[in-house]
C-alpha cells in the first residue's frame, strides 16, 4: 500500500465510524494560537471560496432541471451563446451529474469508446478530482463502477469512495467536427447511474455577496462537506470566525469587529488578484502549478481556480496553459497577433491539444466570444490548416481575418482584451516536465 492508498484508506476508516467529524470539531475548538478576526476573515473567504463556487454550479443545474444522480448530455459544443462555466473548452461534449451519496451509493456505467477520448472525473465539494475513469485510466473498454459516500461502509473493495456526499461529474466526450456529432451522442447515450432518489439540496450565497451572508454559506457548506483532517491548520486560522460544526451569528460582532472582518476580506480580494502572478512564466505563458485538479493544501490557487477555470483536471489528464499579455490584463483585440509552432515543435500530446480565445471579464473569468465564422479553438484537429514551406504552423489572431492565412484564423473579440489557453490532453513527459516550452505570442 503506497502513501495516498494509506491515506484514503485511513481516512475512510475514520469517516465510516463517525470517528472524522469529531476529531475534527475537537481540533476546530482547541487551536493554540487564536488568529485575529482580521485573519480569519481572510483566510476563510479564500479557503471556503470553492465550496461557494460549487454549491452556485449545484443549484444552477437544478434549477435548470436536473435530477441528483442523473446525466445531462451536452449534444453540442460549447459556444459563445451557450456558456455555464468559466473558461469552457470547444473540443468535447459536456456531460454533467451531480451525486447525492447520502442515501447509499450510485453505479456509473459507460460504454466501449473505441479510438474516442473521453473522461469521467468526480469531483467533491472543495473542487478536487478524487477519481478519474476515462482514457487514460480504464482503456477503451465499457466500465461500470460505483461510488460512496464518506460516512458509508464498504461492502464493494473496487468502490470510489467520494470525500463529501456530493460529487460533481463533468465529463468530457472528444467531438471531431459535426460529422461527428451522431457516433459522440450515441456514445453518450450508454452513460448511466443508477442510485437512490435524492432531493436537491438549497441554493447558497454567491462571492459577491455581503460578508455576513458570504461566511454564513460558508459555514453551511462545510458543515454539509466536512473538510478533511489535513486542513486543521488552516480551521484553527478561521475558528474565530467560522467552526466546523458551529452555526454562524453576525449578530455576536461589535461594529469595530464587523470592520476587522471587512478589512479581512478586502485583504482576501487583494490576495486573490495576486495569485496568478506567482504562477511560472514562460515565453510568456503561465503553467499551472502541480497541485491543479488535485490541491491539497494549496488554498490560494484552488481558490484562482475556482473563479478562473472551475472543474480543471490534473495535469496528467489534461495541462491547461494560460498567456494573457502584459500583467495577466489581457492582449488589445485591437491588434494582430500570432503564434508560430516550428515543424518539429508542436505541442506534445498523447490525445490531442487546442488553442482557445476568451473574453476577459472584469472579475477574471474567461468566455468566448461571437465571431464571424463561429471559431473559438484552433488545434490539431482543426481542417484545413495551412503550413508555412518549412512545415511551420502559424495561427493568426485579430479581429478582421488575415487575407492570406483565412484557415489559421484564430478571430478576437471585437471588443476588449482577450487571453488565450492551450489544452494538451493526456500530455507526454517533456511537457509535463517543462523541458517542452510553447513559444510566445508575438505582434503579426
Request: proline share 7%; net charge positive; with cysteine.
Amino acid at each position: 500500500m503506497d502513501r495516498r492508498q494509506f491515506v484514503s484508506a485511513t481516512a475512510g476508516a475514520l469517516a465510516s465510524t463517525g470517528i472524522y467529524a469529531q476529531a475534527l470539531a475537537q481540533v476546530a475548538s482547541q487551536a493554540a494560537a487564536p488568529a485575529s478576526l482580521r485573519v480569519a476573515a481572510r483566510n476563510a473567504w479564500i479557503w471556503g471560496l470553492p465550496l461557494i463556487e460549487n454549491a452556485e454550479q449545484r443549484a444552477a443545474r437544478f434549477a435548470e432541471g436536473l435530477k441528483p444522480n442523473s446525466f445531462r448530455h451536452d449534444r453540442a459544443l460549447v459556444t459563445a451563446k451557450g456558456q455555464f462555466v468559466t473558461t469552457p473548452n470547444n473540443d468535447t461534449l459536456y456531460s454533467q451529474a451531480w451525486l447525492n451519496l447520502e442515501k447509499g451509493p450510485v453505479t456509473i456505467s459507460v460504454p466501449a469508446s473505441g479510438e474516442r477520448y473521453y473522461c469521467v472525473p468526480l469531483m467533491d465539494m472543495y473542487t478536487n478530482n478524487f477519481a478519474i475513469v476515462g482514457t487514460r485510466t480504464s482503456g477503451a473498454a465499457a466500465r461500470t463502477f460505483t461510488v460512496i459516500g464518506p460516512n458509508a461502509k464498504r461492502t464493494d473493495p473496487l468502490a470510489i469512495r467520494a470525500p463529501t456526499n456530493s460529487a460533481w461529474i463533468l465529463g468530457r466526450t472528444l467531438v471531431d467536427g459535426d460529422a461527428d456529432l451522431p457516433k459522440a451522442h450515441a456514445f453518450q447515450d450508454g452513460w448511466s447511474i443508477k442510485g437512490p432518489a435524492a432531493g436537491a439540496p438549497r441554493s447558497f450565497a454567491k462571492r459577491t455577496a455581503p460578508w455576513d451572508q458570504y461566511f454564513a454559506s460558508v459555514q453551511s457548506l462545510m458543515n454539509e462537506s466536512p473538510p478533511p483532517m489535513t486542513d486543521a491548520r488552516m480551521l484553527d486560522s478561521m475558528a474565530p470566525l467560522i467552526q466546523f460544526g458551529k452555526a454562524f451569528d453576525s449578530a455576536r460582532y461589535s461594529l469595530d469587529q464587523v470592520d476587522e472582518i471587512k478589512a479581512g476580506v478586502a485583504d482576501a480580494a487583494s490576495l486573490f488578484l495576486q495569485i496568478r502572478r506567482t504562477l511560472p512564466v514562460r515565453n510568456g505563458w503561465s503553467l499551472p502549478r502541480d497541485t491543479i485538479g488535485n490541491f491539497g493544501q494549496d488554498y490560494d490557487y484552488r481558490a484562482a481556480v475556482a473563479v478562473g477555470g472551475l472543474a480543471a483536471l490534473p495535469p496528467v489528464e489534461a495541462m491547461y496553459l494560460r498567456v494573457g499579455g502584459p500583467e495577466g490584463r489581457g492582449f488589445d483585440g485591437a491588434k494582430s497577433w500570432k503564434l508560430t509552432f516550428a515543424a518539429d515543435q508542436l505541442p506534445p500530446v498523447d490525445s490531442f491539444w487546442s488553442l482557445s480565445m476568451y473574453r476577459l471579464t472584469s472579475d477574471g473569468q474567461l468566455f468566448f466570444a461571437d465571431n464571424p465564422i463561429d471559431r473559438y479553438t484552433i488545434g490539431d484537429r482543426t481542417a484545413g490548416l495551412k503550413r508555412g514551406a518549412d512545415g511551420a504552423l502559424d495561427i493568426r489572431m485579430s479581429r478582421t481575418a488575415p487575407a492570406d492565412a483565412n484557415a489559421n484564423w484564430l478571430p478576437a473579440p471585437a471588443e476588449g482584451n482577450f487571453v488565450l489557453i492551450l489544452r494538451a490532453y493526456l500530455p507526454k513527459p517533456a511537457l509535463l516536465s517543462g523541458s517542452y516550452v510553447l513559444p510566445p505570442v508575438q505582434t503579426a
